[in-house]
């Protein structure tokens, strides 16, 4: 999965970068939720005075999603028996 990175200045002039965005293409049954999760964190980034200068996406996936919809989405199947 490649990831991508975003950097802004929020409401009072401060950079803010957020990290580990997942790149998925519009079909994908995952695409809405990260784009409407990425759309809230950064609102509320953007509003906030005294938010950290990183910030993870995925990290903030891991605290607001349902853990089988997180491992779906970033969890990799291992393969058994290297087949």
């Known amino acids: 999965m490649l990831f ?21 293409l519009p079909g994908d049954p995952n695409y809405f939720m990260v784009t409407a999760r990425l759309e809230m964190l950064m609102n509320h980034v953007y509003r906030k005075t ?6 993870s996406f995925k990290e903030y996936l891991a605290a607001v999603l349902r853990w089988p919809d997180y491992q779906k989405m970033f969890l990799e199947e291992h393969l058994k028996s290297n087949a």
């Open 50 to 55: 005294d938010c950290p200068v990183n910030c």
């Open 4 to 24: 991508k990175n975003l950097e802004f200045k929020n409401g009072i002039g401060h950079k803010v970068k957020i990290t580990d965005i997942p790149v998925l």
